[in-house]
């Protein structure tokens, strides 16, 4: 009886050590940051359960010439006025998988509605305006979001165009990395995950 127990103890262990690892492992979840105490998910998906309260469209002008950070106040300002027109109440916007961008409730609001699954570019996660849950190392910093020079010439690369262009610089400088994360500092971030 003693083994048959200790054999249920280790198999149990084992079962909840392989998940937390496989949590850990995930390297595409992220945290996304909240904005007047609205969760904004942009170029992103939330992982929980949501439901799609009303949809609107996000006409933003010079897009191209705005950080993530701008794109979300300016979105969240859009999505205020479609919710105040329609006498609705959002949890949270989602961004860019859209013709129109959402605004959406969580099912279960005890949950951590900030966890997100980023895309790829090339191979690597793509973190914009969020945070990756995997334990990670800073490789290099850049600043290809910086809209200061864009502004001056008169033409503003589109947001992909400006991610594409910190992988091809990282590759460049041959560094050995998983992830970038754009956006959401002052420099644009090449990371690895530890």
Request: glycine share 6%.
């Amino acid at each position: 009886m003693k083994n048959k127990i200790l054999a249920t103890i280790l198999f149990i262990g084992t079962f909840t050590s392989l998940s937390y690892n496989q949590i850990q492992t995930d390297y595409a979840l992220g945290r996304a940051n909240k904005t007047n105490n609205k969760l904004a998910f942009i170029f992103s998906e939330p992982v929980n359960d949501y439901e799609v309260i009303f949809t609107f469209k996000n006409g933003i002008a010079n897009i191209n010439c705005k950080s993530p950070q701008q794109l979300i106040d300016e979105s969240i300002t859009n999505a205020n006025v479609e919710a105040a027109q329609q006498g609705r109440i959002y949890d949270a916007i989602v961004l860019g998988t859209a013709e129109r961008d959402m605004a959406i409730i969580w099912k279960d609001k005890s949950k951590d509605n900030s966890i997100c699954r980023v895309k790829r570019t090339e191979g690597k996660y793509v973190f914009v305006d969020c945070e990756p849950i995997s334990n990670h190392s800073i490789v290099d910093k850049y600043n290809v979001s910086g809209e200061g020079k864009q502004r001056l010439s008169g033409r503003c690369q589109g947001h992909q165009e400006k991610i594409d262009k910190l992988i091809k610089k990282a590759n460049k400088e041959k560094h050995d990395f998983d992830a970038v994360m754009y956006g959401s500092s002052t420099n644009d971030l090449v990371i690895k995950f530890n």
